[in-house]
């Protein structure tokens, strides 16, 4: 198929529509509004279902409802909006329903700015609403892998009957890259029938099915969350992805970086590589699971001396960096986290200063 | 001759949690009746909301999901948008409808969303033992009220069907109570119009029934039943507020 040359977020709601997603539920918020005003025009051409709810918490609920009844189903905000979806997210993991959440992360907290972030790291991979939960957490680094990543995402959803979030930035939303979608993926999750609403007289059933999160006995609810832990072991084995970048060589510097700030740090690494000096590139695909391994390997290798994690956030991935190093290295953090983005020279000083 | 009275097919076969004289169980029933009634069993969603018939989807004998507290409203949306074949109900306390979601409420309302929602107005929070509501009485007394609600500091009660019947987009909203045998005929009736109206395809339909709490109005049932008809009905009038034309 021909490229295209798209904006992210439209590319973002295209990639839905031909993952086989026909329901969009959303509320306006920058720097994300072009998906909704996208699929506005786009979902009715295809037979689908276009709401703009009255508020983020409801519009959580209103994926919640649609996922529970068996329907593929997406949202987008930015992040005060995820704020307000964490509650239901919360309840749609724990009821274990297959849901596409995508946060165009813009900067705070409270209302922040409009300009990129990645102030949301600890929100999307640690929790965000309450109890024991993850979310799979997938971050593009441009428009063709936002494209990729959401038609993935809804298979995924489905493997794992659970939420899954693309964590994109304004950059990423707001700008124009050519994009090839792939063919068509279109996985009907096959065990539907076993847990969605879908009306007894649809399944053919006598059995009713009930989606919930409410297990008042304590045995029960164990196992509900021994479910879910077994769910993310299961991610942690077969689902983490990263991208090495310049690691074939012998560099003294490791940078783990992801989305937009990972883009800009390439531009440095060949930069630096220039003026002969080597530094490598661990970028994590998936936040969570996180490659704790990957990122362990790369940093122990010989020729390192030094880690850093660089991010537009005042340091949330660089714990799960320190994690994985495990303390073999030291880790370093540089961050800004206004909207501006560090500049390649910004961050070939930062790492000068290391050397 | 057939059987004059038997338990209606989609509502379980077991033993609810509800208090003594609680009016839920009641309510439970007339959906249940309904929902056989029009036979749509099969193709009927329920949600259950958070409150004391939070439970409710262990009653009743087809398809359920549990939303969070208020936002059962947004949730019938969500699964009636996207499966509108569904039949599909929310089933709602005063603390749940009137308070934290009122706006997913007023906001289904005004969609004229296809769904259908019974709302229990018992004027108490139920299930966390007894606090004021909304549609808590001026001088009422309840646990975050102890010498009666004060309407200087909190206003006076809400009356959600009134305030419905203020949409402009067309639904069908009534307010019936369950407080004596012909009461409850009214309210089955409504009940059964309000599912017929979804079934039709044709408006949001909501019936508010005045229901009574024993337990927290520290009241036995048959004077609950009594501080209910004397006390609430002079407030939330009895009555269809609006009809689909
Ligand atoms: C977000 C949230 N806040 C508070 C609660 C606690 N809570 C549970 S039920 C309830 C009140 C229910 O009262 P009502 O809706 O009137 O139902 P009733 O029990 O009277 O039938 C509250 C406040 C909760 N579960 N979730
Ligand atoms: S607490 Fe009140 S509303 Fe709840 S079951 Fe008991 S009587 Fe009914
Ligand atoms: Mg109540």
């Known amino acids: 198929m021909a490229k295209v040359l798209m904006k992210g977020n439209e590319a973002i709601g295209e990639a839905a529509i031909r993952a086989g997603c026909k329901n969009y539920f959303a509320y306006p918020i920058t720097p994300q509004s072009e998906v909704a005003e996208y699929l506005a025009k786009r979902l009715p051409e295809v037979g689908g279902v276009f709401l703009q709810g009255e508020s983020e918490v409801a519009v959580g609920y209103m994926i919640f409802g649609a996922a529970g009844a068996g329907e593929r189903v997406m949202t987008t905000s930015s992040s005060p909006g995820i704020s307000l979806m964490s509650e239901a997210i919360s309840y749609i993991a724990g009821a274990q329903v297959p849901a596409v959440f995508v946060n165009i992360m813009r900067g705070g907290p409270g209302l922040g700015g409009i300009l990129p972030s990645q102030g949301d790291y600890f929100q999307a991979t640690k929790g965000g609403g309450h109890g024991d939960y993850h979310l799979l957490v997938l971050a593009p680094d441009g428009v063709q892998e936002a494209v990729e990543m959401t038609m993935n995402a809804f298979t995924l959803a489905e493997k794992y009957r659970g939420p899954v979030m693309i964590m994109g930035d304004g950059l990423i939303g707001q700008m124009m890259e050519p994009v090839e979608f792939p063919d068509t993926l279109k996985t009907e999750p096959s065990n539907k029938d076993d847990w969605a609403t879908s009306g007894m007289d649809h399944r053919k059933s006598d059995k009713r099915n009930l989606v919930k999160s409410l297990f008042l006995d304590p045995t029960e609810l164990n196992n509900n969350n021994l479910a879910l832990k077994a769910k993310y072991d299961q991610m942690k084995r077969e689902e983490v992805l990263y991208e090495g970048y310049n690691t074939d060589t012998d560099y003294t510097v490791l940078i783990v970086s992801y989305g937009t700030m990972s883009r800009v740090c390439k531009t440095a690494i060949d930069m630096m590589k220039e003026q002969g000096i080597e530094v490598g590139l661990l970028r994590p695909k998936t936040l969570f699971p996180f490659p704790e391994k990957p990122v362990f390997d790369a940093a122990t290798k010989e020729s390192c001396k030094h880690v850093i994690s660089i991010e537009m956030s005042m340091g949330q991935m660089v714990e799960d960096v320190e994690r994985s190093v495990k303390g073999r290295r030291e880790v370093d953090f540089y961050g800004e986290c206004g909207g501006d983005i560090p500049t390649p020279e910004k961050i070939i000083q930062v790492i000068k200063a290391l050397l | ?245």
């Open chain 2, 1 to 245: 001759m057939g059987k004059a009275f038997s338990k209606p097919v989609s509502l379980s076969d077991t033993m609810t949690h509800y208090c003594p004289g609680c009016t839920h169980g009641i309510v439970h029933r007339l959906v249940a009746e309904a929902i056989d009634d029009l036979g749509i069993q099969g193709k009927t969603v329920g949600i259950a909301p958070v409150g004391c018939a939070v439970l409710a989807y262990n009653y009743f004998n087809c398809d359920f999901q549990e939303a969070a507290h208020g936002r059962a409203p947004a949730m019938a949306t969500g699964i009636k948008r996207v499966r509108p074949d569904l039949i599909v109900f929310t089933y709602q306390g005063d603390g749940d409808l009137a308070s934290i979601g009122m706006g997913e409420i007023i906001h289904a309302a005004n969609r004229g969303e296809k769904f259908t929602t019974i709302f229990i107005n018992n004027a108490i929070y139920g299930m966390t033992g007894g606090q004021m509501a909304p549609t808590t009485m001026p001088g009422q007394r309840a646990t975050t009220a102890p010498t009666g609600r004060d309407t200087e500091l909190t206003g006076m009660p809400i009356r959600m069907a009134n305030l419905l019947k203020e949409l402009v987009t067309p639904g069908y909203v009534t307010r019936q109570a369950v407080l004596n045998p012909k009461q409850i005929n009214r309210t089955k009736k409504a009940i059964k119009k309000a599912f017929e109206y979804q079934v039709e395809g044709k408006c949001f339909s909501f019936v508010e029934v005045i229901s009574t709490c024993p337990t927290n109005w520290g009241l036995t049932p048959l004077d609950a039943l009594t501080w209910a008809q004397d006390t609430l009905l002079p407030y939330y009038e009895l009555g269809d507020y609006k009809i689909p034309e």
